[in-house]
């Protein structure tokens, strides 16, 4: 049977976007969209769904005091509401969210979405409906792990990272990196001196050992240091791109994804 799917996310672009992969996937129908917390909370009660796409960064209510809200009604005496659906968090930058969804059964997405990585998901969500482990068992984890101090989960980071230029390999310090890109399966790691190869598989094994206050996703294959952005550079259909402060002054383009985070930094 088709899963029955509700999506919640404040920008109506990435609904879209969500919605046409899950249309195109097959075995999912999308019975209702919303645009903040209150609405999801209102939303899942109503339809009860098998499953929810909830964003993380909301008004009002954020994803995490939606699925709050909704533990603390189901477990109200004389509450007869049904069973919570299973939860897929969307996130387009917090990657202390982002690791703790990674050690749970709870999925999570990254903006911009993939396609494959949505299929993933869907399959995982089969898999956990199909198993003994209840949503509210995962969620409660879930909750407890986003509850600690973000300086515990920083702890392990290491304060330099090894990056290979030519043949040596060099400890640097993560203050000073610029920017890091990935193409071809190669990551590509950028100073204000030189460059070298990260000896990380992918982006997001790279920011697991970088500071998330420092470190930001803005693009699918670029993750920019904050404090290197030079300039914000209005591009195409209301779009950005970001010049660093490296020798080249790269130009490193902000997702669609991405915009809203980068009005919040920066007050655009």
């Not at 509850?147 to 030519?166: D, F, M, S």
Request: glycine share 4%; charged share 25%; hydrophobic share 45%.
């Amino acid at each position: 049977m088709a899963l029955s799917a509700i999506i919640v996310d404040d920008e109506q672009l990435a609904r879209d976007e969500l919605k046409y992969l899950l249309d195109s996937a097959g075995d999912v129908d999308v019975v209702a969209q919303g645009s903040n917390g209150i609405e999801a909370v209102n939303l899942i009660e109503e339809h009860h769904p098998d499953l929810v796409f909830l964003d993380v960064q909301m008004p009002g209510l954020d994803g995490f005091a939606v699925i709050k809200r909704l533990v603390d009604r189901g477990r109200a005496p004389g509450n007869e509401a049904g069973p919570l659906p299973q939860i897929v968090f969307a996130t387009a930058y917090d990657q202390y969210a982002v690791r703790a969804f990674d050690v749970n059964a709870v999925d999570y997405l990254l903006k911009p979405f993939d396609r494959n990585r949505v299929l993933q998901a869907l399959d995982r969500v089969r898999a956990r409906m199909a198993g003994s482990a209840t949503p509210e068992s995962q969620i409660d984890a879930l909750l407890k792990l986003i509850g600690r101090p973000q300086a515990t989960a920083r702890a392990a980071q290491p304060a330099k990272l090894i990056v290979q230029a030519n043949s040596r390999l060099l400890l640097i310090d993560q203050a000073d990196i610029c920017y890091a890109a990935i193409e071809e399966g190669v990551i590509r790691v950028v100073t204000q001196s030189f460059e070298g190869q990260s000896r990380c598989r992918t982006l997001e094994d790279l920011l697991e050992l970088l500071d998330p206050a420092l470190f930001w996703r803005a693009h699918r294959g670029f993750v920019v240091n904050l404090n290197h952005i030079r300039e914000v550079v209005p591009w195409f259909k209301s779009s950005y791109q970001l010049r660093m402060d490296d020798k080249k002054q790269s130009e490193i383009p902000v997702s669609r994804a991405q915009t809203k985070r980068l009005r919040e930094l920066f007050n655009l």
